[in-house]
């Protein structure tokens, strides 16, 4: 992650949440026109669409990031271009983040872990299935619901990121809980990801166990920064949602080379339908004004990471 | 559910986590011969032991409960058998759960639940998708992400289970953290859970809104029995992780008819894969050995809730 932001010169991560609704016109019609079954239908328009933000987008940015819910909407046909979508955006030296959110007890995150970052047993044959570079984990059943996926890291190289303060309304609900010692159980997961990663921290001062940081919550964000130093943070809720780039300059650190790192801020709705705002392009170039927004966000962080 | 414990006479919910590696051979090798890819096939020999075991038990328990982990695992092919497993569940009469653990912030939390248990949006037309009778739920992201699962259980007359306190070794990571006022992180997902609920309470004194309570923390479902009088409990943790049937007897209430609910219980490798431990029957018979593994778990609850 920090080469290909490094490289890129950006730290943006576009949230590929495709909404069908939202899909131009001329994409869903074609799908439409191409497929009897409404469902493929749906998958196909997906897909199109994706393909189109990524051709946009990818020398600009580091990193793409799949949201599941809005493919596994369509049933088998959606899980399979969300799996398209992944080998499209690797295909185009993307790295990928499969927005998942999974997380059970151990053998069970064992079986998640190995089809999201692993490989799966097929009749005594090891097959990759989605095969993304990383992916999210919830923390609630905690650690050996997440072991199998820390392991499955260091086998194939991959990575995760744990929620840890999240970027919606009620997140204080369970996370800004406050223990008897005066800390909040964000911050204790923030301790817990901080000793789950120490006896693997790479040659650039990051674990493969990242947090998921909201934009919208700047205090706490630096608070985790202090705690997690060798954690690389997803950071949401900027644009859309509310943050912006000044509430995400907690999330970074100066490393050794002077460079502003640790982390990768996403945005979805703000980048892949930036076509709804745009002055310039219409639906029909959605994917320009995907380029665009992206060009403007990049500029956004930095300048205020300067 | 109530009604369906009631008329079964069982509180027993079966899980359907198959295993590929123990399938019986006969069902893995007619998948093999009828299907060249290896995914189709493994999805094949899943649905045809499913089904085996869903028609040797339906007349006995009133729900089965499939875990998604272990058919995302192969790819497409694995969701059109988890679709196709609760179809085929519930026209046999049983209640499904979809045992998915989804968790989102609001707006992906409401796609879950339109694919879980509501309907989709398809081009203008209203289709479902998954139509489980009920999920599990993941609590990390607080109200907002539960929300639109409560919205569809309304809607569509449905039911959702919330992780509360989970069966697992280190589920005390998270969920037994001290508050300053002493109450543990669980005890508050369980009032929270009690309060959600307490507008939306059936007949039978039930609100849509159940909570995941595992076997093997008797002490914790006791408290939790106390603080959510109206929830269904979904218990994991009986049989192979270690939970006794005294164990589960402190997740049931005894209602105003003197009948003994409340808790479903919850087991998965014990059942479906009975033939490994059955002294009867080998794997050729293995729809059997989880008959009679089911007849036991009933006589064994039926006993100790007496």
Same mark, same amino acid.
Do not use: F, H, I, R
């Given at each position: 992650m920090y080469d290909a932001c490094v490289s890129k010169g950006s730290c943006v991560c576009v949230g590929l949440d495709p909404r069908l609704d939202k899909i131009p016109s001329q994409i869903r019609e074609r799908a439409i026109s191409k497929n009897k079954n409404t469902f493929k239908a749906a998958a196909e328009a997906v897909l199109e669409f994706n393909k189109g933000i990524i051709d946009a987008v990818y020398d600009l940015v580091p990193v793409v990031k799949p949201q599941i819910a809005f493919y596994e909407m369509f049933g088998e046909e959606g899980i399979r271009v969300f799996r398209e979508t992944i080998e499209y955006a690797k295909s185009k030296g993307l790295i990928t983040i499969a927005d998942v959110k999974r997380n059970d007890i151990g053998s069970t995150a064992e079986a998640y872990a190995n089809a999201f970052l692993g490989e799966v047993d097929l009749f005594g044959e090891k097959v990759k299935v989605f095969d993304a570079d990383a992916v999210t984990i919830t923390? /609630?059943?905690?650690?050996d619901g997440i072991k199998p996926f820390m392991e499955a890291c260091i086998k194939y190289g991959k990575g995760m990121f744990v929620l840890?303060?999240?970027?919606?309304? !009620? !997140?204080?609900?369970?996370?800004?809980?406050?223990?008897?010692?005066?800390?909040?159980v964000y911050e204790i997961m923030g301790h817990y990801i901080d000793s789950w990663g120490a006896d693997d921290i790479g040659k650039n001062g990051f674990s493969p166990i990242g947090a998921v940081v909201g934009a919208t919550y700047p205090d706490q964000s630096k608070r985790l920064r202090e705690i997690m130093p060798n954690s690389f943070f997803l950071v949401p809720g900027y644009g859309a949602q509310g943050g912006t780039a000044q509430d995400v300059k907690n999330c970074f650190i100066k490393d050794s080379h002077d460079v502003m790192t640790g982390a990768i801020v996403n945005s979805s709705r703000e980048i892949i339908f930036a076509y709804e705002k745009?002055?310039? /392009?219409g639906e029909k170039e959605y994917d320009k004004a995907a380029r665009e927004a992206v060009m403007k966000m990049n500029e956004d962080l930095g300048s205020a990471l300067k």
């Open positions: 923390p /609630y059943l905690g650690w840890v303060k999240t970027s919606n309304p !009620s !997140s204080g609900d369970v996370q800004d809980l406050c223990m008897k010692d005066s800390k909040a745009s002055e310039k /392009y």
